[in-house]
């Protein structure tokens, strides 16, 4: 499947996409369902972040080691089939985490796996025996971007990932090439980002701080060839956010519910199941064909679940934008 040529129309009031590109074709979506991660050695990891492989057929989640102590042992990422043909596997990071801060990064032809944690970016080519490296910061030299990264995501073509730290931002290889970017620095240590699919564009989700802030931020869209920066949403809050393959910009509010943005509106896109009070949503995921999205439950304080839940559930279609009534029409 070839991917989408599509570009993000910013301040122009409609979405520019490739007319010629078939959208993904769209059955009735599978109902949520809750998925099993197999345990390893009988421990109860802590699960974060999924990422969906391609064809929806396999997840990987984060799955952090943690002992009665409390303080995190490693990193493991599950990958786990969810139709016939892939088989379960467990494929292992040399680092050391704190409670569920960790971004999984699945590149977009499934061959490399990378995490993000405290800063370090490490990464696993997928079916080698190599264990994972650390791609930054580097083993030899200087760290352009300071010694911790914020964010990163793989570029469509999957060769080089766009990773940002408080210092500014950078194309960094998958053999650990580094290339800096001419980019306004933006500090989103605890926000969310995702790389258009033509690669165009980062959607950003930066976090607002001080007394009186609310926990979420408005989303922006940044222009990775001009550096232009602009909101698509200042009304509401934002924890995260997620481009769907054609192109369109998800933000996912602290409830867990998901809204397509558009320039001058949002439409709701997907709401999670009812969960009891205290538990919350970490980290959608959506493969590239659009039919599954994959989440995380994570209890907090008063959650009344014992355990983090994996859940899939199929991916709905993209929704149209309501219709403006002509003057005259009732």
């Not at 995260?240 to 998800?250: A, K, M, S």
């Not at 899939?312 to 005259?328: L, S, Y």
């Amino acid at each position: 499947m070839s991917p989408l040529v599509l570009a993000l129309a910013i301040g122009l009031g409609a979405d520019a996409v490739d007319r010629n590109a078939k959208a993904p074709a769209h059955r009735s979506p599978a109902p949520p369902k809750r998925v099993a991660v197999p345990k390893q050695d009988e421990d109860h990891p802590l699960l974060s972040n999924p990422q969906l492989s391609l064809d929806g057929k396999r997840v990987f989640v984060a799955a952090t080691r943690l002992p009665a102590s409390g303080l995190s042992l490693g990193l493991d990422v599950r990958a786990i089939p969810l139709a016939p043909g892939p088989k379960a596997e467990t494929v292992h990071f040399p680092i050391q985490v704190s409670g569920n801060q960790v971004r999984v990064l699945l590149s977009r032809n499934d061959k490399y796996l990378a995490v993000l944690s405290q800063g370090e970016l490490w990464i696993k080519t997928l079916g080698e025996a190599a264990e994972a490296r650390r791609l930054y910061p580097p083993a030899i030299g200087d760290a352009p971007l300071g010694p911790s990264l914020s964010q990163a995501a793989f570029a469509t073509d999957s060769t080089w990932l766009l990773v940002e730290s408080p210092k500014g931002w950078g194309r960094l290889s998958v053999t650990g090439d580094f290339g800096g970017l001419s980019l306004p620095a933006i500090d989103l240590t605890t926000g969310s980002l995702d790389m258009s699919p033509d690669g165009s564009h980062a959607g950003l989700a930066k976090p607002q701080r001080g007394e009186g802030f609310l926990n979420g931020s408005p989303v922006l869209a940044l222009n990775i060839q001009t550096g232009f920066t602009q909101g698509l949403d200042i009304e509401h809050l934002y924890t995260e956010v997620l481009f769907l393959p054609d192109g369109h910009l998800l933000g996912k509010e602290g409830d867990g519910e998901l809204w397509l943005l558009r320039p001058k509106s949002r439409l709701a896109y997907f709401k999670p199941p009812a969960v009891h009070r205290g538990t919350s949503v970490d980290g959608y995921a959506i493969n590239f064909a659009a039919t599954r999205l994959a989440w995380v439950l994570t209890p907090g304080l008063q959650g009344r679940i014992p355990k983090a839940e994996l859940w899939v559930a199929g991916a709905p279609p993209t929704p149209e934008p309501p219709k403006e009534q002509k003057r005259g029409e009732d």
